[in-house]
């Protein structure tokens, strides 16, 4: 990518499944990322989140941002989803939103988009987190999807990385000493902890990119860590409503009647 000067990349990993709707949903994204990223229209001094770029008050909480109610904000010039970006983590095992409270998030703003209502969600009892806690589920209904900076991420399903950004993960991860998993070594980059410096890095929950889960022996599931020794009977992709991986054959004959993996029970 930085060979090649491009402007951005995205990246999978080779197991990586995403909603049908990928389009509409990076599209209302972009809408999100640029509510916390750009300047305000009427005052270009200002952003909607006052805790960004650099927080001045580690007790401020940011201000929660309703989807429908956007700001007016200044056109970008570099990428649909907003200038100055980093990374865009878009698919992962689990995060959580930056908070006063939380040291690794100190640096981090606090600001978050709230998009309620999104039928590409599924309700939270299919929502799930490798953490203990689950902000998106205790905190919000169902069908929520929420933009916000990222603060203790797991796993790198899935992330945009600009042309800037990728120039400062080659020298940190590349130069500079890595002593642990990229995805862990990537939460440091973006937070600013484990002696990095803080970089601008969006997330969305829950993420846009999942791991595709083939029927047969979890055993295969990875190669880095126990996924159990039972047969699989049916695929699955956890929290994608209408997967691709499983709606090939209804795209492929161009129909509309997509399977969802997990309709709504209330």
Sequence with gaps: MVRRNLTSALILEDDA?????????????????????????????????STYPNPQDATSPGPIIDFNQLPSTINPTTSPYGDNWDVLWL???????????????????KGRVVRLDDPTVPERQYLHTVFS?????????????LTHHVSDAACSLGYAISQAGARRLLYWLGLMEMTTAFD??????????????????LTVQPGLFQHHRPAGNKTFESDISSHGTEYREKPVTEMIRWSLRM???TLLASKTDFVDQFPDTE
């Design 133 to 145: 806690d689950d902000d998106l589920k205790s905190e919000y209904p169902s069908h929520t999807r």
């Design 184 to 201: 862990l070594e990537l939460r440091h980059f973006c937070e600013g902890s484990d002696g990095k410096p803080y970089h601008n890095c």
């Design 91 to 109: 698919g992962h095992c689990g995060m959580s939103f930056p908070t006063a409270s939380s040291k690794a998030a100190a640096n981090v703003p």
């Design 247 to 249: 709606n090939v054959e």
């Design 17 to 49: 499944d995403w909603d049908v709707r990928i389009k509409e949903q990076l599209f209302e994204y972009a809408y999100t990322s640029r509510a916390l990223l750009q300047p305000l229209s009427n005052d270009p001094s200002t952003h909607a989140d």
